[in-house]
């Protein structure tokens, strides 16, 4: 499963970016991303969702996840990201700032 | 039969009534600085007129104005507003972000109502809420239409890793957000591309302005940086933006090279950010920096007050960068007069970035078409 993450927007406007194929991760991680994309009800989520013009400096989320059978891109304002979405989202906005730097 | 102007209600301008100093007898000389004086206190008077306006609709003593603050903690979730952890008049808390959302936000008030009238964000003393420690590692501030919200940064990373603080941590950072909410009340610029980059650009604006108030910085004493002190020392950085120089706050390994443009030549066009609203609003932020360097002293004053005229009054939620340099340029003609030497700094501030305001019936030559006016101030100074 290739997961492609970018957050946009933000006060600084600086991009944060992460491709990764679960397969390179350890077990206990490429376990904890797919649970949460199952969890997420990922390939059904609706493709945006993005602010309703009263949030000002929030991100912006793109993700695309592409496996065997299916391949889908949602766009998500940090205010429109529903419950369910947001370990995912969490999840992956730590690994791509701590793998920064 | 047509009157006559009497001279006392005309005006010359300022570069005639200098050559009149220069050049005019001693009474000519005499009328001449008498002339500046009554210029002056109409300019004064002109200002003073239309930093009051509107008038609220009941009159408001400086003492029923105040502050009312409230900081809340969201202990690193995602609700909002949170536990309330400071309100106004309470003690400091020993939780610096807590205590620098509460100084920021009253340095912020005090900026709007001491300088330019306005009562808070709505202009009608709305609460200031803000919410500290939102969410773990989040390197971000917001403005949500209600509340002001800061993350800590990378507060969840080893040190080695970080790369932000705290978002509270740079006074501008919290005039920005607040702005956001002047901005909503006023010309409600849509935040997407020109006009969103506008909205941006009066947040850095104000915010710098904010700091520099605090900090009792003139407009060369000032560093016109955005976000100074949000990157750890492990970014080659001094800030997010330069007003002064935009693209060169930043150059680093990871993050990268600061991206704005400080000329419309380098406009960037691209659907990230909203349509780049915290890219370009580098080139109305560098015409600020540039008119305010051109009048000197406390960029708030005139500079400051231009804008923020502007900001209340004339922009419209869809205006765009010509606009805004058009609207500057007749805003400083009715603060400090046609062809003045702000109106002219503006129309130099603005032509340097690429943009060359047109004022709506404001020429920016000297005005020539009232033969009557002038002959009649002539005139009295041919008596002498």
New interface residues.
């Given amino acids: 499963m290739i997961l492609t993450f970018e957050r ?8 944060l970016r992460l491709t990764l194929d679960t397969e390179d991760l350890d077990i206990q991680e490429s376990t904890m991303l797919q649970t949460q994309i199952a969890a997420a009800d990922f390939f059904n989520l609706p493709s945006q969702a993005t602010s309703s ?8 989320f793109k993700l695309t996840v592409q496996d065997t059978e299916q391949n889908h891109t949602i766009e998500y304002g ?2 429109n990201i529903p419950e369910s979405l ?1 370990p995912l989202i ?1 999840q992956l ?2 690994m791509a ?2 793998r ?2 | 039969m047509a009157s006559k102007p009497h001279p006392i209600t005309c005006i010359l301008p300022p570069y005639m009534l200098n050559r009149i100093i220069e050049n005019g007898s001693d009474a000519q000389i005499g009328r001449a600085h008498a002339t500046q004086q009554l210029s002056t206190q109409f300019r004064e008077q002109r200002v003073a007129l239309a930093v009051q306006k509107p008038t609220p609709p009941i009159p408001m003593s400086a003492a029923a104005v105040s502050k009312n603050r409230v900081v809340y903690s969201a202990d690193n979730s ?1 609700g909002l507003p949170g536990r309330v952890v400071r309100q106004e008049g309470g003690a400091p808390t020993n939780d610096p972000a807590a205590d620098e959302a509460y100084d920021g936000a009253g340095a912020t008030f005090d900026l709007y109502w001491d300088v330019y009238q306005r009562n808070s964000i709505d202009g009608n003393g709305l609460r200031l809420d803000s919410t500290v420690h939102y ?3 989040y ?7 209600q509340q002001m919200v800061y993350g800590d940064g ?1 507060e ?2 080893p040190p ?2 970080r ?2 603080n705290r ?1 509270t941590i740079a006074l501008d ?1 919290i005039g ?2 607040l702005t ?1 909410g002047v901005t ?1 009340h006023t010309g409600n610029l ?2 997407q591309s020109q006009s969103g980059a506008l ?1 941006e650009s009066f ?1 850095d604006v104000f915010g710098s302005l904010v700091k520099q108030r605090a900090l009792s910085q003139s407009v060369q004493t000032a560093d016109w940086i955005i ?1 100074e002190g ?1 990157f750890t020392a ?1 970014v080659n950085g001094v800030g ?1 933006r330069s007003m002064k120089a935009p693209g060169t706050a930043y150059n680093d390994p ?3 090279k600061d ?1 704005q443009p400080a000329h419309m030549q380098n406009y960037v066009n691209t659907t ?3 349509g780049g ?3 370009n609003s580098g080139i109305p932020n560098h015409a600020f920096y540039l008119i305010a360097l051109e009048l000197g002293g406390s960029a708030w004053e005139k500079a400051g007050q231009i804008w923020f005229v502007t900001l209340r009054d004339k922009i419209r939620s869809n205006s765009n960068f010509q606009d805004m340099a058009n609207l500057t340029f007749d805003v400083a003609a009715d603060l400090f007069g046609a062809n003045s030497l702000e109106q002219q700094a503006v129309s130099k501030g603005w032509t340097a970035v690429g943009l060359i305001p047109t004022g709506g019936g404001q020429p920016p030559s000297p005005p020539t078409t009232n033969p009557g006016c002038l002959s009649s101030l002539l005139g009295l100074f041919r008596v002498f």
């Fill in positions: 946009s927007g933000g006060f600084t406007a600086i991009p013009g009263r949030d000002y400096d929030r991100f912006t940090d205010a947001q969490d906005s730590t700032r701590s920064r730097r | 995602s969410q773990q590692g390197d971000n501030a917001f403005w949500n239409g990378d969840d990373l080695a890793q790369l932000f978002f950072v920005h957000e956001h909503q849509v935040y909205n947040s976000g949000l492990n997010i990871v993050l990268g991206p990230d950010d909203n609203v915290h890219i």
